[in-house]
């Protein structure tokens, strides 16, 4: 059975269920909110505050096959998800389900309880190191279920996955559960990812190594979502809190290709008055920033927002006063997270506000440029973020396939070829991201315009820009690495890839060894 | 049939259903999370604005039967309802269930949809006013349902009342219903009481007369809650939206209450580093505050929050560091609207956040001291606030109950005597405040503890406050007024008075003419 990209995806998927077939971007219009649930509630003769680990966990619904949800705001200098799960597979818990947002290196615990059977299932938007190469060697039970970041808002609003327990890393918080994350020596900035996890888990507890006197007065999620909150020394590592991403790239071939997607978007004519903005936190990508902010200050273009993953790069621009506000999910480093904290307009925004497909409308939708990478893209611009040139999971979605399906010009940039590998292929590896939503391939060697986007073909049909088919970039690109060998898999899978509407794009196969 | 506080409640009451009965204050604490809906996601191709009420009336899921919601920042300002409703009535809806947070004069054009069978069903936490005296005439179809602030956040949690569109009064606004309510000329501050609409509501309407460019750079309430905004020439008279009443009192019998009150709190020891405070907008309560604020800086205590519905009286006090944070759920003039604005710790929270008895803790559980009027006290200290002397209903009790219930002392101050009226009876004619959960009463002529409040009693014994048994006072108040003659009414029962968690404290019936 072939999907409409040509993935061959079954109708159903064991440890997974029936599978609804990718059918266009746009194909589920449908929102659902259903939730059905019953709890103690918090009267005034009650306390919600813990110092114990294990005596409040005596006090949770723990059981086997249960679903429990963390948040990866402290990236890889979480230490939360360990924590927890260490007690829980102390206690002999089987069949987990883990519902991640993201999962790290520093997570590679979990490899042996996947081993073990203590954790059976895993969500998550995206996942790297131990875990996904794991997961790729078919280590987990079940298939991991990747979505994108608008994705898990989804499915826990709809309640496709209903979470248990919801552990909350709180990098401040108070006795009622009154949390933010721009306080403490844990600070991580927004706690976006968080949101759906406290709107929807039947039982939430945060875990804080900051405790204030109540009430905490910058609240970013309120007590009336948390039934517990745990102190502990400390909830991650602030040296693995931000990661060391976020540098312009000093690649002379990634600057090419920024200073390329710079004219290109320039000539585009979505670089106006009132633009909206998001870039990643690749090193090319915020090359790119780089080159934009200069084109809006020399033209004097002031925009109305950027969003996303908040780096440093984007806080200067709108201290600059090119952005009226930034909306924030995550951020990415210590300037953004001071800016969080500093700035009214520096607006933190839940995931579902950001990029949910289905609801009453989310960020994404309002953005005219996205800038984005690719591990692969075929000649129909479908692109993988998910697998590596080897085959195992490296990345996945996270909000890739949502701000390609809102932005009105969705660009991926890529150095054509890398350690000799072409980023442009005929069948790519695995699609994370629909082509039909991409409109843009920036490389060093030329620029491929998706044929749909017919407008921008003929905008840029005089242009002085090196204009080229996907096809002529992927022979040049051949020319230089040769035919690629296929890489074989096994038949199992390994991994769902869901769209961000609840489809599936594509399934991820065990390696072959 | 008699409930526990000897109120005569049926079982079954038509056109309200099976009746739980009032059966202590803690009775209830099960909460319950239930929403099954679906709707139309607004994708990127989507608008939401909308400039003409019939057009967007024509796609709204408009029906016969339909519940519909409003919130009541406007107060006796408030043009929306009325707006709204026109519209209805005129397209010849029928059997219409009003979810309106509060009812005010404002609203007469209601009792005509009333009388038509437009209106046949009204939930409200107070009302004043030409409904209020049509309901108690009997004019609505089914029992007026007054519930509390958190009992309104209640019903909608758990899908009692499930409302079909929510119209929602936005006093800023951008195009994709990202509102607040400190900017535009029909500013009202904290949109506390919308919350629970917006979250729990099927259709979400956000009507505005203040639309910015997106984004709206100040939140209240975000995007994915809203499916429509329309834009109007006014929601508001602003004359209205700041009612008259946030005066301290000049009459000298009031300030005796209030000065007796302030030597109470002093020396029963809630007057303390850290203490949290609430008082009403009344003009004794407000004299309390004053007199609070007078001993709290004398005695150099920082307190760490007041609450409720906001007065310029608090805001002041918070200024003057006399509070660490406001928790605000409404604001009463226009020096809280500009406080709400401008302070990032005076804190906007929803009604249930503030009040609501069956959620995962609300802000009144951590209240210590909250000041409350009444209009009728019973000698077991049960608190009518929902009738008039005449029994006609002219109020309801709002937060009264659910602060009552959480803060560790309850204080009521009213005059003893009034018009020759005394506010302690043997019977009053509703009970809306159970007196299980108030501590003290207040009135020029001594101070009644509760007798359930044994630590009180025994604070106090030696005091040199005129401490008088509730028997007493209302001795002498009967020495001054003689025996009032009870009211007739007939047995038709016009209003159920529902407590925090859901049971059914009273009912109220028609008045005889």
Known sequence: MKNILGREVPEFIEGYGKVTQYNGYLANTTGVMKKDYTFKT???????????????????????GMAISFHHHLRNGDYVLNLVMAEIAKRGYKDITLVASSIFPCHKPLVEYMEKGIVTQIY????????????????????????????????????????????????TSDEYGNINGVDGKSACGSLGYAHSDVENAKVVVAITDNLVPFP?????????????????????????IVSGTTQITKNPIGLKVADLTAKFIEQSGYLKEGMSFQTGAGGISLAVAAEVKKLMKEKEIVGSFAAGGITGYIVDMFKEGLFKA????????????????ENAKHLKMSASMYANANNKGSVVNKLDIVILGATEMDTNFNVNVTTGSDGVIMGGSGGHSDTAAGAKLCIIV??????????????????????????????????????????????????????KTIEELKEIAESMTGKEQPIKFEDRIVAVVQYRDGSVVDVVRQIKK
Not at 52 to 63: A, F, H, N, Q, T
Not at 426 to 450: F, K, M, S
Request: glycine letters at 6%; hydrophobic letters at 40%; aromatic letters at 4%.
């Open 42 to 64: 918090v009267t005034h003769k009650d306390s919600k505050l813990e110092k114990d680990l294990s005596k409040l966990m005596d006090k949770l619904p723990l059981r086997d």
């Open 124 to 171: 998550a938007g995206y996942m790297s190191g131990p875990v996904a190469q794991a997961i790729s060697e078919g280590k987990l039970q079940k298939p991991a279920v990747m979505h994108t970041h608008g994705g898990r808002a989804r499915i826990m609003e709809t309640g496709e996955v209903e979470v248990d327990i919801a552990f909350v890393a709180a990098p």
């Open 326 to 341: 930034l909306f924030d999910v995550q951020c990415f480093d210590l300037d953004a997270i001071k800016s969080a904290k």
């Open 216 to 240: 905490n007065t910058t609240i970013e999620i309120n007590q009336t979502l948390i039934d517990y909150v745990l102190v502990v020394d400390a909830i991650g590592d602030p040296k693995g």
């Open 414 to 467: 890529s150095q054509l070829v890398n350690a000799r590998i072409s980023v442009v292929k005929d069948r790519i590896t695995t699609v994370t991201t629909p082509g039909e939503t991409v409109d843009v391939l920036v490389t060093e060697r030329g620029i491929a315009i998706n044929p749909l986007r017919k407008d921008l073909i003929e905008k840029f049909k005089n242009s002085n820009l090196p204009i």
